[in-house]
């Protein structure tokens, strides 16, 4: 019987609280700028959200499956692109709400800077190009170096992170974001790599959606955006083609 | 072989010490459960026990392997991947002694000539049974131990083995321990007896002198003689200077050999003039008269050296008066007669 | 591309067996006639890899390879090369991840003969080395083909372990079934389809024989 009522009371508060919340959903790399402005946002706002955190791949198939997300915060350009035209939804639904930035993570002498990679026969860590925007942008800049090494291909940048941790490998290219205490890890000159923009999808349009986003437009959370080792976008820098 | 095993083993107390000549060939008598099977699971090594003392030809016991002891099983242990012929000479082949032994003519013996190329597998208890034998002979143990080894074969089929075992411990010198449900093997084959009792061991220098005695209860005694010529039909053996006549066994040869009487299968008559169609008798001198069970009583009956029984009704004991010490004449049919071979 | 990674593939499905072969007979009998205290630990880790997700196991044996180890480090120290992102490291990994299904079905069948097998060879003069060779491993055939098909198929069939610890190296480590996960992936369905069919087709082919061959087995254990 007490089983029965803390049920009933269980399935009670769950729906309660089901109603009040943003439910976002965010790549896992990006989960830990949200998490970090979450409490932010509830202060300036009274609003708070609930995180639903995987990989973009697997968040858009429950999305394209009725998942209930009010919100999408993908880590690529491809992915919120295509929930729209799947959706059908219109196109100011999907804007950039941060540039990723690639870092060169290098614990070997042979290899100082960028331009050492040239010469370098070792192995370097990517993320898989075919599924990371993060790894295919490290690809195009390997080629463009002339690496002739052997490219080890991580399955995502925490992975890539994950090999240089536990020094298996001990150059890589990854994305700031994953790498700010990685032990020689040095920042990347922009232009060198295609832009990696990371694309937010609205799916359920509402003030609490707007708030959100502008949100991150304040100056609180564009520091740490930058502390994470992202860039924000705007000002100059190209968004859309 | 010189063994004693006394301590606790799985639960039970065990106490069994002997010791046996080489080349002695001992039957294993006792009820089952008495400790057989333990004592010859020990005796090959395929039991430890740390307290145990065995030692065979001089030499501690080491593992199976090593063991100059050569268990057959209970239940016949067939290799299914190997073929009759193969098992065989996987019987021969760790143990590359110097004799050759007439293993074709054995197997013939053991009417395993026709199975010769088929698959373990395949065969019947029986035959099973005989294929472990040879296999087991051709891997020459000095002692061979049987544990109920002719259990599953035919009563000719069990004789015809018990040549081959004899005719193993002839050549090779080889020693037999014997346990078997029927006496037979036994009578045949062994002239001592380890009797294991409650896991108590004791060791009997003639096996007769147990056998028999059970058959002061109206049993079977075996006899010793001599088989000497065909005659009418029968094989005539000489019992302490009388002839008594049975079926032609399949092999025999003039010299020792070994007969059974059973008692029930014996009648007594007291005068030597009067007709009859029973084709043996003895003439033997009462030496004791024990009733039993109200109803029966058996005659202990002495020849010149070697004694049976036979067993007669009350009524018949009364109609004829018996007296320790009278001479009476035991008479019986051929067919009462068991040939138990000539092992010796 | 393809013909690259099944090459791969039938190479390290092909030495995983082999080894795994070698390392599981001796344990899978000593497991089946052991009355040691050791033997249900050493069933639990054998079986370990059947209920673990490939993930734990690839992080641990990515902490085993890793220099900061002293195995990955006497590895580099003796090879030049981390263990990671090689082909004998996929090999060790895959070894881990397909173990319970090479030594279960040995084990079961090594049980199947009982005690008596052995004892009735070591009768007849045979030390325990040569009772297993001579009867021991040919009574076990068939439970030595079942246990080598399955090590096989789940080797090809393996993903989780070679996602960690592979490094997706064409050539190298990326293994049939890392190669389709990459097409799904990128969107690349028409391939995959092929990819995927393909396995599909040839596991249920390898399995098929399998069980067609072990029904109509004639090698039957005991007496």
Known sequence: MVVRLLFCGWLLSAGVWAEAPLTVAVTASFKPVLSALSDPFSTATGQSMRLVSASTGVLSQQILAGAPFDVFFAADRAHPQHLRDALNLPADRVTTYALGALVLVTQDPAVQTLDDLHDYAGRVIIANPLQAPYGAAADQLLDRLGFSGTRVRANNVSQARQYLSLNLATVGLTAASVAQDLPGAQAIDPTLYPVLEQQVIVLRASEQTRRLLAFLQSTEAIQMLRDMGYREPGNGEPVEP | ?344 | MILDAIGLTLRLAGTTTLLLLLICLPLAAWLASTRSRAKPWIESLVALPLVLPPTVLGFYLLLIMSPNSRIGAAWVELFGQSLAFSFWGLVIGSMAYSLPFVVQPLQRTFEGQGPLIAEAAHTLGAHPWQTFWAIRLPLAMPGLIAASVLGFTHTVGEFGVVLMIGGNIPGQTQVLSILLFDQVESLNYALAHQLAAGLVLSSLLVLFCLYRWNHQSVVRIGG
């Open chain 2, 1 to 344: 072989m010189k063994f004693s095993i006394q301590g606790h083993w799985r639960g039970q107390q065990l106490d069994l010490q002997g010791q046996f000549a080489p080349g002695e060939r001992v039957a294993l008598l006792g009820a089952s459960g008495a400790g057989k099977t333990t004592l010859l699971r020990l005796l090959a090594g395929l039991d430890h026990m740390p307290e145990a003392q065995i030692d065979i030809a001089g030499k501690t016991l080491g593992r199976a392997w090593q063991s100059p002891c050569s268990l057959v099983h209970q239940q016949p242990v067939m290799f299914a991947h190997h073929r009759v012929e193969q098992t065989v000479h996987f019987g021969a082949r760790f143990r590359p002694n110097s004799q050759a032994l007439p293993m074709r003519e054995w197997a013939e013996a053991l009417d395993l000539t026709d199975l010769w190329q088929q698959s373990c597998a395949a065969l019947s208890g029986g035959q099973q049974q005989r294929v472990a034998l040879l296999r087991t002979l051709m891997s020459q143990p000095a002692w061979l131990l049987l544990d109920e080894s002719f259990a599953a074969l035919d009563a000719l089929s069990r004789v015809r083995a018990c040549d081959v075992v004899a005719d193993y411990c002839r050549r090779t010198g080889a020693g037999l321990l014997l346990a078997s449900h029927h006496d037979s093997p036994q009578r045949i084959l062994c002239d001592s007896a380890y009797s294991v009792d409650q896991l108590t061991g004791s060791y009997q220098p003639n096996l007769f002198d147990q056998l028999n005695r059970v058959s002061s209860e109206g049993g079977m005694t075996t006899l010793s003689g001599t088989a000497e010529q065909l005659t009418k039909g029968f094989l005539a053996v000489l019992v302490d200077r009388q002839s008594l006549y049975l079926a032609v066994p399949e092999r025999w040869q003039p010299g020792n050999a070994r007969i059974s009487l059973e008692a029930s299968e014996i009648s007594i008559a007291l005068g030597d003039q009067h007709q009859t169609s029973m084709v043996n008798r003895l003439k033997a001198t009462v030496d004791s008269l024990v009733s039993i069970d109200g109803e029966r009583v058996v005659v202990g009956l002495r020849l010149d050296q070697q004694r049976f029984s036979a067993t007669i009704s009350l009524w018949s004991r009364q109609r004829l008066e018996l007296v320790v010490g009278q001479t009476v004449f035991a008479e019986f049919k051929a067919a009462a007669v068991q040939w138990h071979g000539q092992a010796h």
